[in-house]
């Protein structure tokens, strides 16, 4: 994902436009409301559940940089239940020819190409080891340093599995369709029909992995007569993989990849077919908020909340926070969701900040724990 670059736009709000009936959605040039940070009496008492699971988190940056992560376990507190957690596959190249001593933090920031970082796996492996084991319990990690459009990488996850069994639940967040992304990769963008893609997706629902994908649901800056870029070959790929658990980040929605006027629809529609019900929706990412903030008042929230309390199981919170070291930039996502979270009925309210999490990692670490008992040879390292 984006390093975000407003710590208030975002969660809510992208629910809003997207599940919003098609005629409701915002127009693209809707400014994004400004919010306010996590007061401090909305935090838990000591011993109170914590106010959400994080299913969506950067440890680290387009850099491989970020806080230590017991520096970032201080910084959640217990506000904060449990987390998934990732670096970000794709290293941004310091082209001294490109930019000279002006060295490139982010992908916006360089024309000099991206490309798959895999060693990050190994540093959110060996960061999640260095916590005690009540901390550890607080964290999924999850695999992201390989290539989707090269046909090892289902051997690079195995790989990952058997050099570090006990420590990764899922894959991702990685990236297939993204605005200014994908064009950037060395050796060229991944495809939602490579056979590559379709033979990690197959592997990671033998194993048992969450998969949390980002796929743009359409092109930048795409013509509003035609049908979106990316739709009918996202639905097709995740109907060739019923075995897998998938969560679609930001609804398919970007930077510059705005609400078509059937979003309300389309996502109604994938939620009410059966055959998709393995597939779940990340609400995440500031940087949709310009489309999405519901400048209408209160009957907006409303529409989205009837939504969501009709589906509670599809939906997670996630913050999308790039390597954050500051706690009003961390919580302030889940603070700008405070009327949608008054919205909700009680049950959808826990389902979507706690519960959905819980149920998918749960059903992962012992799925993913018990192919590795089956498939780790006795030599490998044990980790805690």
């Given at each position: 994902?984006?390093?975000?670059?407003?710590?208030?736009?975002?969660?809510?709000?992208?629910?809003?436009?997207?599940?919003?009936?098609?005629?409701?959605?915002?127009?693209?040039?809707?400014?994004?409301?400004?919010?306010?940070?996590?007061?401090?009496?909305?935090?838990?008492?000591?011993?109170?559940l914590p106010l959400f699971d994080d299913v969506h988190f950067h440890?680290?940056?387009?850099?491989?940089?970020?806080?230590?992560?017991?520096?970032?376990?201080?910084?959640?507190?217990?506000?904060?239940?449990?987390?998934?957690?990732?670096?970000?596959?794709?290293?941004?190249?310091?082209?001294?020819?490109?930019?000279?001593?002006?060295?490139?933090?982010?992908?916006?920031?360089?024309?000099?190409?991206?490309?798959?970082?895999?060693?990050?796996?190994?540093?959110?492996?060996?960061?999640?080891?260095?916590?005690?084991?009540?901390?550890?319990?607080?964290?999924?990690?999850?695999?992201?340093?390989?290539?989707?459009?090269?046909?090892?990488?289902?051997?690079?996850?195995?790989?990952?599995?058997?050099?570090?069994?006990?420590?990764?639940?899922?894959?991702?967040?990685?990236?297939?369709?993204?605005?200014?992304?994908?064009?950037?990769?060395?050796?060229?963008?991944?495809?939602?029909?490579?056979?590559?893609?379709?033979?990690?997706?197959?592997?990671?629902?033998?194993?048992?992995?969450?998969?949390?994908?980002?796929?743009?649901?359409?092109?930048?800056?795409?013509?509003?007569?035609?049908?979106?870029?990316?739709?009918?070959?996202?639905?097709?790929?995740?109907?060739?993989?019923?075995?897998?658990?998938?969560?679609?980040?930001?609804?398919?929605?970007?930077?510059?990849?705005?609400?078509?006027?059937?979003?309300?629809?389309?996502?109604?529609?994938?939620?009410?077919?059966?055959?998709?019900?393995?597939?779940?929706?990340?609400?995440?990412?500031?940087?949709?908020?310009?489309?999405?903030?519901?400048?209408?008042?209160?009957?907006?929230?409303?529409?989205?909340?009837?939504?969501?309390?009709?589906?509670?199981?599809?939906?997670?919170?996630?913050?999308?926070?790039?390597?954050?070291?500051?706690?009003?930039?961390?919580?302030?996502?889940?603070?700008?969701?405070?009327?949608?979270?008054?919205?909700?009925?009680?049950?959808?309210?826990?389902?979507?900040?706690?519960?959905?999490?819980?149920?998918?990692?749960?059903?992962?670490?012992?799925?993913?724990?018990?192919?590795?008992?089956?498939?780790?040879?006795?030599?490998?390292?044990?980790?805690?």
């Open positions: 994902m984006a390093r975000p670059t407003h710590p208030l736009a975002g969660v809510a709000v992208v629910v809003t436009a997207a599940l919003a009936s098609a005629g409701a959605l915002l127009s693209p040039s809707a400014p994004a409301a400004p919010g306010t940070a996590l007061a401090a009496s909305a935090a838990p008492a000591p011993g109170a440890l680290t940056n387009y850099v491989q940089e970020g806080p230590d992560i017991h520096d970032f376990l201080r910084l959640a507190g217990n506000k904060v239940g449990r987390v998934a957690l990732f670096g970000i596959p794709l290293q941004q190249e310091w082209s001294h020819r490109l930019s000279g001593d002006f060295a490139p933090t982010y992908y916006l920031q360089s024309d000099a190409p991206l490309y798959y970082y895999s060693f990050t796996d190994a540093r959110i492996a060996l960061a999640y080891q260095s916590l005690t084991r009540a901390e550890q319990a607080r964290f999924d990690p999850m695999i992201t340093g390989f290539n989707p459009a090269d046909m090892y990488a289902a051997d690079h996850v195995r790989r990952v599995l058997e050099s570090f069994p006990g420590v990764f639940s899922g894959i991702g967040e990685f990236s297939i369709h993204k605005e200014f992304v994908s064009s950037k990769i060395a050796g060229g963008a991944p495809s939602l029909g490579d056979p590559a893609l379709d033979r990690l997706l197959s592997f990671a629902g033998q194993v048992g992995l969450v998969v949390l994908i980002h796929n743009d649901i359409d092109v930048p800056f795409a013509k509003a007569d035609r049908p979106p870029a990316y739709l009918a070959a996202a639905e097709a790929l995740f109907r060739r993989h019923p075995e897998t658990t998938f969560i679609w980040a930001h609804l398919g929605l970007g930077r510059v990849v705005h609400p078509i006027e059937q979003q309300g629809e389309i996502i109604a529609r994938l939620l009410d077919e059966p055959g998709l019900a393995h597939v779940n929706f990340d609400l995440s990412w500031n940087e949709v908020a310009k489309y999405l903030y519901p400048t209408e008042g209160p009957e907006r929230t409303a529409r989205v909340a009837a939504v969501i309390n009709r589906h509670p199981d599809r939906f997670l919170f996630g913050t999308d926070e790039v390597a954050p070291t500051d706690a009003r930039q961390y919580f302030a996502l889940y603070e700008t969701y405070a009327p949608l979270w008054a919205a909700l009925t009680p049950d959808a309210r826990q389902k979507v900040l706690t519960g959905n999490y819980a149920r998918l990692f749960d059903a992962a670490r012992t799925k993913v724990r018990a192919w590795e008992a089956a498939h780790v040879r006795a030599t490998a390292p044990s980790h805690p």
